[in-house]
């Protein structure tokens, strides 16, 4: 299953999420490829992996190189990882000049699914509405928002749902899913409590029943190139993570097990729900 983690705005904990759910996963016997496709690289050194120059998706979104050349180890056990380089900061405009620039991630991830050597590939996608993460979109089965617990990012919270719809509906990505809203950074204070409220009211089992706390530990970890289920697994943000890993767990085997039901069911035709 391919998970992108997305989200138009910067600074909501989307890396942060992608890292310590791979960690998480790792943990509970799954094998996870991480795909870094932010051309800050967080995720791969949160993930202990030096950015390297030539080491990144873009070879093989490009220049049809293997996309197993570009696929390393990391500090998990379990997780593997196709780093980012500040070179893909330039993929954009390279693959706006190709025919059908939203089936790139697609074609290059396909192999690696059909393998069946990972159980989950998580897509850290960049935080802007732009061509990568729309072909990451266009790739994903199901996408998994993460969002800061306050009132600018219910706006972008609407705005990324309302690309994940166009993805379906425009017939890019017809199978694609939402499969979950994550409230992160979350502090103990009236708006706070307001804002997830308002989104549960809203959304209802779309959004995780588990609510991240902000903390200072979630940005010390990278600089050790460790999630933070490894930096510091007692700390209240990492147990919300291994919390996160569970109902994710939980959500996309209920999912699997609806597939199934359509599937073998008369006359079945693809699922239409845009949230799970």
């Known amino acids: 299953m391919i998970t992108a983690i997305a989200n138009q705005k910067g600074g909501v904990g989307k890396t942060t999420t992608v890292v310590n759910l791979a960690a998480v996963l790792a943990a509970k016997g799954k094998t996870v490829l991480v795909v870094d496709l932010d051309p800050q690289a967080n995720a791969t050194s949160g993930l202990g992996v030096e950015p390297k120059a030539g080491v990144s998706l873009r070879g093989a979104l490009l220049d049809a190189a293997n996309v ?95 690309l994940v719809e166009r993805m379906r509906l425009s017939g890019a990505n017809p199978g694609l899913r939402t499969g979950g809203i994550l409230m992160t950074m979350y502090s103990r204070t009236r708006l706070a409590d307001e804002v997830v409220a308002q989104v549960r009211g809203h959304y209802a089992d779309a959004v995780y029943k588990t609510v991240v706390p902000r903390s200072v530990r979630a940005g010390e970890a990278p600089s050790y190139g460790l999630p933070l289920v490894a930096y510091a697994p007692a700390t209240s943000v990492a147990q919300a993570y291994f919390a996160v890993g569970a109902e994710f767990l939980s959500r996309a085997k209920a999912r699997a097990t609806m597939e199934k039901m359509v599937e073998t069911a008369p006359g079945a035709s693809p699922m239409s729900a845009p949230l799970a």
């Open 68 to 162: 197993d050349d570009f696929i390393v180890g990391t500090a998990i056990d379990k997780v593997n990882a196709i780093p980012a380089e500040v070179d893909l900061a330039g993929v954009e405009v390279e693959l706006a000049r190709t025919g059908d620039h939203l089936s790139g991630v697609r074609h290059v991830l396909e192999p690696v699914v059909k393998s069946g050597v990972f159980d989950h590939v998580l897509v850290d996608c960049p935080p802007s509405l732009g061509i990568l993460l729309s072909s990451a979109l266009a790739a994903a089965d199901q996408v998994l928002v993460p969002m800061q617990c306050e009132y600018y990012a219910m706006e972008g919270l609407s705005v990324m749902l309302g």
